[in-house]
């Protein structure tokens, strides 16, 4: 019978680096585009509700509420939430492991060993080519092993990419 490993000493300790501070932005404008898609289908199934027939006369005749109802949670949370996973989502490269930490509402601690990883890649969106950020994306042969590093400056996403492709690689080497 095989005994369990000792469990750490403390507390996960937080990856090192935070991602760019030009990431808050960038979830700032993603809110703004999304509240704006709330307030307009808000808006838009307001108009629509008198015309319902089946729904209660207090529904079809208070229809105003329905963006009331969308908009006044939505809008704190959408203006705090970028300032929020800023203070979270952070990463390191440790050695030869890759430490990713994400979520503000449900956390996750992702580890992903150098030698495992197949692909690094690096991508860009549209709001993120403007603000000069981008999206490393690394994988491993295990869908639970890959992590992705969002809210990267560019510059930085790919030195990284570059340094874990050519690590994984000199890994890959050592090991045949």
Do not use: C
């Amino acid at each position: 019978m095989t005994e369990a490993p000792d469990p750490p000493a403390g507390p996960l300790r937080d990856p090192h680096h935070r991602v760019s501070p030009k990431a808050v932005r960038l979830w700032l404008l993603e809110a703004v585009v999304a509240l704006v898609l709330f307030a307009a289908g808000s808006f838009l199934l307001a108009a629509w509700i008198p015309s319902w027939s089946w729904l209660p006369l207090w529904l079809s005749g208070n229809s105003w509420l329905v963006p009331v109802v969308v908009l006044v949670p939505a809008t704190p949370f959408l203006a705090v939430e970028p300032f929020v996973r800023f203070a979270v989502h952070r990463w390191e490269l440790s050695g030869d492991v890759v430490y990713a930490r994400s979520g503000f509402l449900t956390r996750e601690w992702v580890f992903v060993p150098v030698s495992r990883i197949q692909t690094v890649d690096k991508a860009q969106g549209w709001f993120e080519r403007l603000f000069g950020l981008a999206t490393l994306e690394i994988r491993t042969a295990s869908h639970a092993g890959s992590s992705t590093i969002q809210g990267l400056d560019h510059t930085v996403a790919a030195g990284l990419a570059e340094h874990l492709a050519r690590r994984a690689e000199e890994l890959r080497d050592d090991a045949t």
